[in-house]
């Protein structure tokens, strides 16, 4: 299994950004996928979760700014992210479970200057 995410970058505060998660080597259509991310000296936190019928959950950070979507064909998750603070400054990474095990994508880096 292989996650790969990208999309991060550097954006001003209220600014927005949409970050994907490629995945391989999964039957990805049946998968539920996530999103977290960790900012530096805290614990990784749940952002936002999507279900193989498409049913969303989003953590308290995430609710009413961020959007997960999937798209089947393309084998992607994506989390759209709109009002930006720089609280929101993180490493963001995708996950999904196979058999019982975690497996992370590498993490894409989002800076929110104020």
């Known amino acids: 299994v292989q996650l790969q995410a990208s999309g991060g970058g550097l954006v001003q505060a209220g600014g927005s950004l949409r970050l994907s998660c490629h995945a391989s080597?999964?039957?990805?259509?049946?998968?539920?996928m996530a999103w977290y991310r960790q900012a530096p000296g805290k614990e990784r936190e749940l952002v936002a979760t999507?279900?193989?019928?498409?049913?969303?959950n989003y953590g308290d950070s995430a609710k009413g700014r961020f959007t997960i979507s999937r798209d089947n064909v393309r084998r992607t998750v994506y989390l759209q992210m709109d009002s930006l603070n720089v609280e929101d400054t993180a490493a963001y990474y995708c996950k999904t479970t196979n058999w019982g095990r975690d497996f992370w994508g590498q993490g894409t880096e989002v800076t929110v200057s104020s």
């Open positions: 080597g999964v039957n990805f259509r049946i998968k539920d």
């Open positions: 999507i279900t193989s019928t498409h049913n969303t």
